[in-house]
C-alpha cells in the first residue's frame, strides 16, 4: 500500500546554509577543493544509538561497518608518529616535546615540570580513586554539574598548578573551549582522568559504549553529509545521487530549497522570532510565524502581528505553512536537523532543544 503524506514542511534557518551545527566547509585553492567540518564531527559509538536513530541513518543510506574501511586507523603509526605532550615556552618556560605515555615518569623526566608536578599528572592519570568520597554519593552528580572540570582537579583532585596548565586545553580540540568553561560533570561522563571508580549511575553504560567504538565514524565534512543526506531525502531535486559516497562531492542546487512545488522547503536566512498555535490548541498548526529575511535589529522589524515589539512591519506572516507534523498534542517545528517541540502556544522559538551528545 502507497502511504501519502499530505504535510507541508516548512524549515527555517537564520543562517546561509542549513545544517545548523552540522556545517560543511569548502575551499578551493587552485585546481583542488578542500572539504572539511565546520561544527558537528562525527558519529559517536553508533552501536549504542536508540533505534529511532538506528532507522534514520539507515534509511539515509548510511552503512556505519564501511567507514571501517574507509577511515585508516593505522595512519599515524604509519607514518611513525606517536602519542605526546609539548609544553610551550610562554606557559612552561621553555620548549619541550615530551613523546611517549606521559603516565609512564621517564617520559616527562626532562619536561619543565616540577617533581611534585610530574609526581600529580601521574596521579591523575593512574589513581583508580575519585575525590568526592567527602560528598555523599546522592549528591555527587549535582555537585559535578555546577562545577567546571579545571576547578574539580584543583579544589578536589589537588593538582598542582602546573598540571591545570598542562589539563587547560584538554577538551579544547573537541568542545573548543578551556577546561575552565567544561563541566566536571562532562569530564566525568567523558572518561577524563581524575574520576578513578567514580559512579554516578546513569551515564555510565553509555560511557563504556563510547569507549568500545572507534572514532571513526565521519564524513570528510563531518555531520554535515548526515544533514545533506537529510536535505537530498526531503527535496530530491536539489542534488543528484543516492549513496552515501557520492553525497560528499555531490553539488546542491540551492535554488529548490525553497521551491513552492515541493512538498517540504527550506528557506534560509529566515529567524522565527514567534510561532502559536490556532486557538492556543497544541493541536492545532501553527497560526502566526514571524520572520525577519535580513538580520536587523528587533527593534527595526516588527509591529502589530508580534505584540512585544512595536514597530509595524512583519515580513511574513503564514497561516498554514507551518503544519503540525506530530499527534500528541505538540506541533513540531523543524529547525536546523532536528525537531524542536514547541510546548505552549505561547513559547517563542529561540532554537532547537540541544541534543544531548558528545
Ligand atoms: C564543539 C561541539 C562539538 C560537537 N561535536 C559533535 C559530534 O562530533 N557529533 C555529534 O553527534 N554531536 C556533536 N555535537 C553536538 C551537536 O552539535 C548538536 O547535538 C547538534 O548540532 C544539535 O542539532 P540541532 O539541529 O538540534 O541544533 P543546531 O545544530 O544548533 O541547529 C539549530 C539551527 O537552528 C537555527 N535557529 C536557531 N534559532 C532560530 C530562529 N529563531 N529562527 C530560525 N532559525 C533558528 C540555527 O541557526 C541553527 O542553524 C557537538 C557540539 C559542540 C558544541
Redesign the pocket.
Known sequence: MVRRFLARILI????EDF????SRNEFQINDRRIIGYG??????APGGFPDVATKLIKDLGIETQRFYKYFDQDLYPSLGLSRGLFFDEETFGSDHLAVGDITDPSVLAHSPLSAKARSDLVRLYKNDQHYLHDIPADQRGAILKNMDYRTYLKDYAGMDDEVLKVMQSAARS???VNIDAYPAYDAWSEAYPGFGDLNLGAGSSDHQEDLDEPYIF?FPD??ASIARLLVRKMIPAVASGDNMEDIVTARFDYGQLDNPQSPVRIRLN????RAQHAGNNLSNPVKKTCLRRHLKPLSEKFGSSCPEYSRPEVLMQHGTSLQSLSTGGHMVML????RSLVKSPSTR??????????
Request: no cysteine.
Open positions: 527555517l534557518d537564520i543562517h545544517g545548523g551545527h552540522a561544527g558537528t564531527m562525527l558519529l559517536e573537541v568542545w573548543a565521519h563531518g555531520n529566515s529567524t522565527v522570532v529547525t536546523g536537523m532536528t522559538i529561540h532554537g532547537p532543544k540541544k541534543n544531548v551528545t558528545g
